[in-house]
């Protein structure tokens, strides 16, 4: 007899295969919007994309790689960890690179992972963490937070014997809040051995705080603990879907058994190879946000809006609950004069954007037209 909280199949779809229990339950991931209206000039400012585009040394990499389209790329992409293990100091034998962090983080639940099995996040953390939890077979379990910032203790009250897996992004996307490191480490050592700790340093590069450490570190001493890191955001890199892993040995070998033979493409090995090198790009890509973010801080609360303290490439803006004056309603009004911006409702802030820092152009057009919005 099916369970009453079960879909019963219809004599339609008996007629074809059907996926397991639990992928229909999966809510499909939503990218940012990528267009404006007609006639305007466009400022996409949903994604977190850097306003300064790619390394121009990156660009003449994946040019020179066009002649060679026909050829298998690296399967195990050696030049690129040792790379990125030359430029942070790490050993590339416990290095993983995958299409963009998001694949890791899927082999990670696909590897540690399955029916009867739970994992935790933070309640506005990644949606990438409930859809790889979910495909593993696994529960998500959400853990609130404390002032729009991952909650220790409250993540610790929620381990118990089925936990295998814990997921904090740090920044955290899409509230901008992070963790001090102590907070890390004290999250750490509360955990049980067999626990796996993966701490997501998607926006890593661009914090600026003395108390904040990206995992490195943990990282490489710990049995338990999986850093993550993209080449999507500062780096420039989000078209080509490019990342890594770093973490104990024996859990990249779990990792390279699962993961498809030739995950990440030849044009990524190559930009990233260089992206990774040029520490100047880097540089001005920091000096970038740490000129406009706490300018568009500043102004949109002269406007009257409440903006979530934020230390990676982007801010939450919380809008009065006011007829007319609510974030959807801004949304429409910023999409009509070529502002796109992100609403994160699914992430479970109805009531506020997420704004990219952009160029600036693209940040003064945004407080301009946010205050006519607001009269």
Same mark, same amino acid.
């Given at each position: ?43 996409? !400012? ?22 060679? !389209? ?5 399967? @195990? ?47 506005? $953390? ?9 495909? @593993? ?16 203790? @409250?993540?610790?009250?929620?381990? #118990? ?28 050592? $509360? ?47 989000? #078209?080509?879907? !490019?990342?890594? $892993? ?23 090995? =190559? ?60 949304? @429409? ?14 992430? $479970? ?12 152009? =693209? ?13």
């Amino acid at each position: 007899m099916n369970d009453v909280t079960t879909p019963v199949a219809s004599d339609e779809t008996r007629k074809r295969p059907q996926p397991r229990p639990g992928v229909l339950d999966i809510a499909a991931y939503v990218p940012g919007k990528s267009k404006g209206s007609k006639g305007v000039t466009l400022h996409k !400012l949903s994604s977190n994309e850097t306003p300064l585009g790619a390394s121009e040394k990156a660009k003449a990499a994946l040019a020179a790689v066009a002649d060679h !389209l026909e050829l298998y790329p690296d399967g @195990a992409s050696s030049a690129l960890r040792e790379a990125i293990g030359e430029v942070y100091g790490l050993n590339p034998d416990r290095l993983v690179c995958g299409a963009g962090s998001d694949e890791i983080l899927s082999l990670l639940s696909y590897a540690y992972l399955g029916p009867g099995d739970e994992a935790i996040y933070s309640e506005h $953390g990644f949606l990438v963490y409930d859809i790889a939890i979910k495909a @593993a077979g696994a529960t998500p379990v959400v853990a609130p937070e404390k002032d729009l910032t991952t909650d220790v203790d @409250a993540i610790l009250e929620r381990v #118990n014997e089925r936990t295998k897996m814990v997921f904090i992004a740090n920044p955290n996307n899409p509230t901008g809040t992070y963790l001090p490191f102590e907070e890390v480490r004290r999250l750490h050592a $509360g955990l049980p051995p067999h626990v796996l700790l993966v701490l997501d340093a998607a926006y890593a590069e661009y914090v600026r705080r003395n108390d904040y450490e990206s995992g490195v570190e943990l990282a490489a001493t710990a049995e338990n603990v999986v850093m993550t890191r993209t080449f999507s955001k500062i780096y420039g890199l989000a #078209n080509l879907r !490019l990342g890594w $892993g770093f973490g104990p040995a024996h859990v990249m070998d779990a990792l390279n058994r699962i993961r498809g033979p030739f995950n990440v493409n030849g044009p990524a090995i =190559a930009a990233g190879i260089e992206a990774v090198k040029d520490k100047a790009f880097v540089e001005q890509a920091v000096d970038h946000n740490e000129k406009w973010l706490p300018w568009v801080t500043a102004e949109l609360e002269k406007l009257g809006l409440e903006v979530t303290p934020s230390v990676g490439n982007f801010v939450l803006i919380h809008f009065p609950d006011t007829d007319g004056k609510r974030a959807a309603d801004a949304d @429409a009004y910023l999409l009509e004069r070529g502002c796109v911006l992100r609403l994160v409702g699914n992430y $479970g802030l109805p009531n506020a954007l997420r704004m990219s820092i952009g160029s600036d152009e =693209a940040n003064r057009a945004v407080v301009a037209h946010l205050a006519e919005f607001l009269g």
